[in-house]
């Protein structure tokens, strides 16, 4: 069994015209959502054992937030460019290259390549809003067999529903 996790980054700031894309920190409402998502998923006792980030700022914030809620060792995430101004079929080929060993891989990027990868796996997500979280299970052995299966199991989970 695998589990995939996907996050899209909380609400970012645009307060800088001058500072590149990749750059840009959270809002004050991202820096509220981080945390909030990661105690709703330490509410539901998720552990994982890897999480990838994308390597822009906002990302990476809200991987650190979440990560700290859920117990996952800060230091440990690994930031990955590919994760940032992406197409679905990257995102497949690096979700077929994680190693085995993992079984729950939490990955944190953007839009509009999660909701992309999200219609990929499961019609019946939409949109993903900033800082929401899929969930899903695949009945599978290795990672390479992911992208050729649909999750017997999908949960979504949004700042909104948390309010």
């Keep these: 069994m695998k589990t995939l996790y996907l996050v899209r980054h909380a ?36 552990k994982v054992d890897l999480i990838i980030s994308s390597s822009a700022a906002r990302a990476l914030a809200t991987a650190q937030a979440i990560a700290e809620k ?52 499961g019609s019946e997500i939409d949109e993903l809003p900033t800082c929401a979280v899929v969930e899903m299970t695949f009945e599978v052995d290795h990672w390479t067999e992911v992208v050729k299966r649909k999750p017997v199991t999908i949960w979504i989970s949004t700042p909104k529903q948390l309010d």
């Design 11 to 46: 609400k970012s700031s645009w307060d800088d015209p001058a500072l590149a894309d990749h750059d840009r920190p959270l809002n004050e409402r991202g820096k509220r959502d981080a945390p909030k998502m990661g105690d709703r998923l330490a509410q539901r006792g998720t």
């Design 70 to 121: 859920i117990g996952y060792d800060r230091a440990s995430i690994v930031a990955d460019r590919r994760l940032y101004g992406t197409q679905v079929s990257a995102l497949l080929y690096l979700i077929q290259e994680l190693d085995d060993r993992y079984e729950r891989v939490m990955l944190f990027g953007h839009n509009p390549e999660f909701t992309d990868l999200a219609h990929f796996f």
